[in-house]
């Protein structure tokens, strides 16, 4: 979509300029309300920054969430070929939600002290859709629901996550109905917990990945394990980011909202995504 001005007396070429009310662009992008929900509440003006990157964090997760709900459903009904595509346009999404961190990334703890304050009691880890993001991962945690019982739509959204499978639950479920030895425990598990990982998960993508093809393909097993992969690394980096950004701004100080700071981030950091699809490598 262009952004360029016209000559409007360039004939035929010129843009339509007179509309009745609000522009067509506006009508769909809602570009006033999002350039208008930034409220700065110190005087520094690096939070304005601070801000409007928190603020597109979210609009990445909303997106990112949307496409393994699709990828979910999609292992669900059995369409592989739409659940690879979702995850491969999350993974543009990813990395452009990575590339967020890139302003924040270089403060010094004077730059983020001058208007830390304004963020009291608020955390990063108290974001909804962040939550919904680490669900459809197969981290559940039902005390998270705590911090969002003040917003009943928000809390039975994050309620339904909690009790849907997982991203990785439909792959693993989609993978069996195919055919791959998945085990009857993994298959029937509580998917209210947290996903633990299991030996015979792990057996089996190491078969998958074994096996050989004639025309020297991959298995179909392993074009699903590899778009998984690829989101798991990128979630990895987010993390990695996070954590370096962190440290870097304030150290190993408490965090916002009373958080651990760096040492959670650093055990968040450590924790992979997909376990068994990283250890099952070493057994190839």
Request: hydrophobic share 40%; proline share 6%.
């Amino acid at each position: 979509m262009s952004h360029d001005v016209e000559d409007p007396e360039a004939g035929s070429q010129a843009p339509h300029l007179d509309f009745a009310g609000t522009t067509p662009y506006e009508d769909y992008v809602q570009a006033d309300v999002l350039t208008h929900l930034q409220h700065p509440l110190s005087d520094d003006p690096g939070e304005m920054a601070f801000l409007v990157t928190t603020q597109v964090m979210e609009l990445w997760f909303t997106c990112i969430v949307h496409e393994w709900q699709t990828a979910a459903e999609s292992f669900r009904q059995d369409d592989p070929a739409r659940a690879l595509a979702a995850l491969k346009r999350s993974t543009y999404e990813l990395r452009s939600l990575n590339a967020s961190w890139e302003p924040l990334a270089h403060l010094t703890p004077a730059q983020f002290n001058s208007y830390r304050a304004a963020l009291g009691d608020g955390s990063g880890f108290q974001s909804a859709m962040y939550r919904r993001m680490e669900f459809l991962l197969g981290d559940k945690s039902a005390s998270m629901l705590v911090p969002h019982r003040g917003a009943p739509r928000v809390h039975a959204e994050l309620e339904k996550a909690l009790h849907e499978p997982s991203l990785y639950d439909e792959a693993l479920r989609h993978l069996a109905r195919s055919g791959e030895a998945v085990p009857a425990a993994v298959l029937e598990r509580d998917v209210s917990k947290p996903y633990v990982a299991h030996p015979e998960v792990e057996a089996m993508w190491a078969a998958a990945y074994g096996r050989q093809l004639p025309d020297g393909d991959v298995a179909p097993a392993v074009r699903i394990g590899e778009a998984l992969t690829e989101v798991a690394e990128l979630v990895w980096r987010w993390r990695n980011d996070h954590l370096v950004a962190t440290r870097r701004a304030m150290g190993s100080k408490v965090g916002t909202g009373g958080s651990a700071g760096v040492a959670w981030l650093e055990k968040r950091a450590a924790k992979s995504v997909f376990h068994e699809l990283w250890t099952a490598r070493s057994h190839v």
